[in-house]
C-alpha cells in the first residue's frame, strides 16, 4: 500500500528557509511525479511544485520560481522541498502528494497524499 | 491560485441529494481536459475521491457520482450521511503558468 510520510510541523522566522521531507513506501518510487501543494489557514490547494525522481528536475510554479527547489533522494524514496525567504505568507499546511494520469495524457491528478506539515513563519 | 469556480456551501439532510458544481474555461475543462474531485474531511489531509470526471477509487461508495459538459462538472452525493460532512475541491489540468494544476475554490457540504 502506499504510504508518503511528512516531516513535522515547523516554526520559523521570517527570511529564514524551510525544508519537509516526504518519504514514500509501496510503490514504484522513481515512475511516479511527486508534487508539493500548500494550503493556507481557511483557504484552498495550491500547487507548487513537482519532480520526478528518475529525471531528478522539479518544474515549479512560477511564482515559486525563484524561492522553491524540490529534490529526491532514491535511495531512500524521499523527496524533499526547499522554500527559502520566508514570509508570513508562506503560512500554511504543505502536502506531497503521489501524481498519476490517464493514459499517456495531460490529465494528471493526485491519487494518494502525505499527511501534512503545518508551518507557521512568525517573528 | 483557483480558477475552478466553486459554491462556498452546499447542505442536505442525511439521505438526500446534493451537487456540487465546478466552472473552468474554455483553457481547462472547456479544453477536454479530465475533472477529478477530492474530499478534505476536517483536520487531514485531501484524499481522492473521483478521477477522469466519474471513476472512483477502489474503496469509495457509489453514492459519489461525477459529470462533466462544456466548461463546468458536477459532483453528486446521493443518500447524504454524516461522514460526509467536509471540503470537496474539484481539480483539472492548467496550462498557465501556475503549473499542470488547477483547483477549485472548495465547497463546504453541511449535513443538516
Known amino acids: 500500500q502506499v504510504q508518503l510520510v511528512q516531516s513535522g510541523a515547523e516554526v520559523k522566522k521570517p527570511g529564514s528557509s524551510l525544508k519537509v521531507s516526504c518519504k514514500t513506501s509501496g510503490g514504484a518510487f522513481s515512475s511516479y511525479s511527486v508534487s508539493w501543494l500548500r494550503q493556507a489557514p481557511g483557504q484552498g490547494l495550491e500547487w507548487m511544485g513537482r519532480i520526478i525522481p528518475i529525471i531528478g528536475r522539479g518544474n515549479y510554479a512560477q511564482q515559486f520560481q525563484d524561492r522553491l527547489t524540490i529534490t529526491a533522494d532514491r535511495s531512500t524514496n524521499t523527496v524533499y522541498m526547499d522554500l527559502t525567504s520566508l514570509r508570513s505568507e508562506d503560512t500554511a499546511i504543505y502536502f506531497c502528494a503521489r501524481e498519476t494520469r490517464l493514459g499517456a495524457s495531460e490529465n494528471f491528478y493526485l491519487d494518494y497524499w502525505g499527511q501534512g506539515t503545518l508551518v507557521t513563519v512568525s517573528s | ?112
Open chain 2, 1 to 112: 491560485q483557483s480558477v475552478l469556480t466553486q459554491p462556498p456551501s452546499v447542505s442536505g439532510a442525511p439521505g438526500q441529494r446534493v451537487t456540487i458544481s465546478c466552472t473552468g474555461s474554455s483553457s481547462d475543462i472547456g479544453a477536454g481536459f479530465a475533472v477529478h474531485w477530492y474530499v478534505q474531511l476536517p483536520g487531514t489531509a485531501p484524499k481522492l475521491l473521483l478521477y477522469g470526471n466519474n471513476n472512483r477509487p477502489s474503496g469509495v461508495p457509489d453514492r459519489f457520482s461525477g459529470s462533466k459538459s462544456g466548461t463546468s462538472a458536477s459532483l453528486a452525493i446521493t443518500g447524504l450521511q454524516a461522514e460526509d460532512e467536509a471540503d470537496y475541491y474539484c481539480q483539472s489540468y492548467g496550462s498557465g503558468l501556475n503549473g499542470p494544476y488547477v483547483f477549485g475554490t472548495g465547497t463546504k457540504v453541511t449535513v443538516l
